[in-house]
């Protein structure tokens, strides 16, 4: 687990590489997607953070020139906080999500996916049991297939391709998010564990947790400020954020909403397959291909 590589990011903890053992657990082949959420919000009328607030964080250049709604952030003016934008409506009120639902839901806060998961009978990751479940088996290098990014020249994640922030070529095929299951799995049989969207995992932050760590079954410090979010999302551009790696970490407030942070959930090795999950429908999605 980790990496000892200069070229990463010495103030998130990245390293010292060190060796974790994990007891058994099943985790989603996906995560959780505008449908499956929708499911969710139906059956126990739950309201998220950013439709609490009346507002959440979108990416300049998804919006409009017009767009009105908005205001820009000092230190990152590529982000806009956008009145009235939540997981129905991505990109601010006048969006929507009806050609989206195979898409990673979007704009819900840590609080929010504990929400899901305490409904589902689920749980999220801990971020040892994320960075084992996204090399799919592969040791020592940074992406779920190997060393190389890009294979001779094959895009294997949805990452920001042109100049950050400007212009997204969509190179890789997508602007945005893509729907899950756009690219081949790893070795595990999961879908986009880098690139697409961040995803929440269980974990505090602690850029030095690293250090102390024990080695069975880490769960993160007892608290702090800020949870773990993994994987980098179709926003990550080497020039700027070259966390869409496997051993890359990054962590946000838990009421934090953007277009580009979703969740994807487990359980322990056996509850899974959708057993006592929180309604028939999830059971249905669990059989069909919630879980590996």
């Known amino acids: 687990m980790g990496t ?20 058994p657990f099943a985790i989603a082949r996906f995560p959780v997607t505008n449908d499956q959420f929708a499911v969710f919000v139906e059956s126990t009328g739950y ?17 409009p020139d017009d767009f009105a709604a908005t205001r820009a952030i000092a230190a990152t003016p590529w982000w ?59 040791a020592g290098v940074h992406y779920p297939w190997g060393a190389a990014r890009e294979p001779n020249g094959e895009h294997l994640m ?13 190179a890789d095929g997508w602007i945005g998010t893509c729907p899950v ?23 505090w ?3 030095t ?5 024990p080695r069975r079954d880490p769960h993160g410090p007892l608290g702090g400020a800020t949870r773990i979010m993994r994987g980098g999302s179709y926003l990550c551009h080497e020039s700027y954020c070259w966390r ?10 838990a009421d934090s909403t953007t277009g580009n942070l979703g969740f994807r959930v487990v359980t322990s090795a056996t509850s899974c397959l959708g057993i006592e999950v929180g309604s028939s429908a999830v059971k249905e999605m669990a059989s069909d291909h919630y879980f590996w």
């Open 205 to 207: 932050f602690d850029p």
């Open 47 to 63: 309201r998220t953070t950013a439709e609490r607030f009346g507002n959440t964080f979108v990416f300049a250049g998804l919006l």
């Open 158 to 170: 949805n990452v920001y391709q042109g100049e950050f922030p400007y212009r997204d070529t969509g």
């Open 181 to 203: 299951g756009s690219y081949p799995p790893n070795g595990y049989g999961l879908y986009e564990m880098t690139g697409n969207v961040w995803e929440w995992c269980l974990d």
């Open 244 to 253: 869409y790696r496997v051993d890359a970490r990054s962590a946000n407030t």
């Open 209 to 213: 947790y690293y250090l102390r760590s």
């Open 80 to 138: 806009r906080e956008v009145r009235g934008g939540d997981w129905q409506h991505p990109e601010g009120p006048q969006s929507d999500i009806s050609e989206r639902g195979d898409h990673p839901v979007v704009h819900v806060g840590w609080n929010d996916a504990a929400e899901f998961c305490r409904w589902s009978g689920t749980r999220l990751a801990t971020e040892a049991e994320w960075e084992y479940a996204a090399r799919g088996g592969i």
């Open 4 to 23: 000892s590589d200069p070229s990463g990011y010495r103030s998130d903890g990245e390293g010292p590489e060190h060796v974790v053992d994990l007891s």
